[in-house]
């Protein structure tokens, strides 16, 4: 268990006077150290229903241009997780029959390699002003809003698409209508193991104007 369990304030009333930002050593320290822990060291516990429903509004924050909110969430806990797993696996039978016994155990225990997984779906509204690209880059930052939230409460959390996410009878399954996309699969619970930092390039940065 998260060695405190944190809830964030509530949210603010609309047109509620928000304070300045203000210093903080914890989300600096949190943010130079955050690391994504593999979904196969995952264990319980995740997020209870509380902390999920907190994860999801501190993610719905996130910034979009037009309030359009082009995204939307579909949770995957307890038993709906192997139901879906039984799905990927009977999808591997139809597309690689001959595939070894483990691929199909694979398939069969993916969502239940974490308490909690949120698929944030990216539903871009088409023909609009805001540019579709511009709605699809909201979808992501929310993706990483969800990472940087459940670190913040103290639990482990991983980014995947796999190839479920681009798959039709899997798309089907999750159902996305045809403008929607996966921007990911975000895995929640707690480390089995701490990760160790990876090999990072420094940023890329240039002045303009020299
Ligand atoms: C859109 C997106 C999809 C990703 N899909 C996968 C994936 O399918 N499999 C995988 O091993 N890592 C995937 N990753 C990478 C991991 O989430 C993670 O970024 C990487 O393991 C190290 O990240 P860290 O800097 O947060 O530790 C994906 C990342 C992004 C941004």
Redesign the pocket.
Known sequence: MPMTRLLPPPAPGADAALPAATPSAQTLTLLAQ???T?ARLMTGPGPDAQQRDALLRLAARTPDHGKLFPWRFITFEGEARARFGDILEARLRDLEPEAPPERFELERNRFTRAPLVIAVISDVTENHKIPEWEQILSA?AV?QTL?VAASAMGFAA?????WY?YDRIARAALGLASGERV??FIYIGTAAEN?AE?P?KPPRVSAWGG
């Open positions: 955050r690391r994504s593999t992501g993706c990472l991983q980014w995947l698409t796999e996410a921007a990911g990760p990876r990072r």
